[in-house]
């Protein structure tokens, strides 16, 4: 095996694998990422096919993995958004360097590798005309509306507008804030 050659496997009494210890990072993780990181998980194991140890990741796997990502097909029947494969392979690189952290490795194949490079997406807005039109078309879901105008108008994600309280909006001389964590 690799294990000499990259020095891995230095805690001889770690006995599991990769998929397991990549499953209890996936169990501790937040909600607000858990999802991600599910699916993340999931990749990786369909990848693999077989249990893996740390041992048998090394450079070339890495590589492996990243194409695989890029290539990799969703139910929908198109390929992973370059942002998707980004955040799939960081999560598998965070899982790499808490096992260094945790004394699992010794090294990181990972540092081997070329850097990978994402492209930033390109961000579309709409104009303050076309707001105005949304806000008089005939809709069934009102509130859905009034919250992506309201998202629209402040910068806020949806996800951030959903959590949003009463009580992180704050009048201050007549003009409102949100107090946002």
């Known amino acids: 095996m690799h294990s000499n050659r990259y020095g891995f496997q230095t805690n001889p009494d770690y006995k599991d694998s990769n998929f397991y210890f990549f499953s209890n990072r996936v169990e501790k993780k937040g909600m607000s990422i858990y ?5 993340a998980h999931k990749s990786f194991k369909d990848f693999a096919e077989v249990d893996i140890t740390f041992a048998e990741i090394t450079e070339g ?11 990799k097909i969703t139910p ?4 992973l958004s370059k942002s998707t494969f980004n955040h799939y392979f960081h999560f ?5 360097f808490q096992a260094m952290k945790e004394k699992i490795i010794t090294e ?10 994402v492209e930033e997406p390109e961000i579309v807005f709409l104009t303050l005309d076309e707001l105005k039109q949304l806000v008089k078309i005939e809709i069934k879901y009102t509130e859905l509306r009034r919250a ?11 996800s951030d507008v959903y959590k949003l309280k009463w009580s992180e909006i704050q009048e201050n001389q007549g003009k409102f804030s949100i107090i946002y964590r």
Not at 76 to 79: C, D, H, P, Q, S
Not at 92 to 96: L, Q
Not at 148 to 158: D, E, P
């Open 92 to 96: 598998f690189s965070a899982t790499i």
């Open 76 to 79: 929908k029947g198109t390929v």
């Open 108 to 117: 990181n194949p990972l540092l081997l590798m070329e850097r990978l490079k």
């Open 148 to 158: 992506f105008i309201f998202s629209c108008l402040t910068g806020l994600r949806w």
């Open 61 to 71: 796997f890495c590589e492996k993995f990243l194409q695989y990502l890029k290539t």
């Open 35 to 39: 999802s991600s990181y599910k699916q």
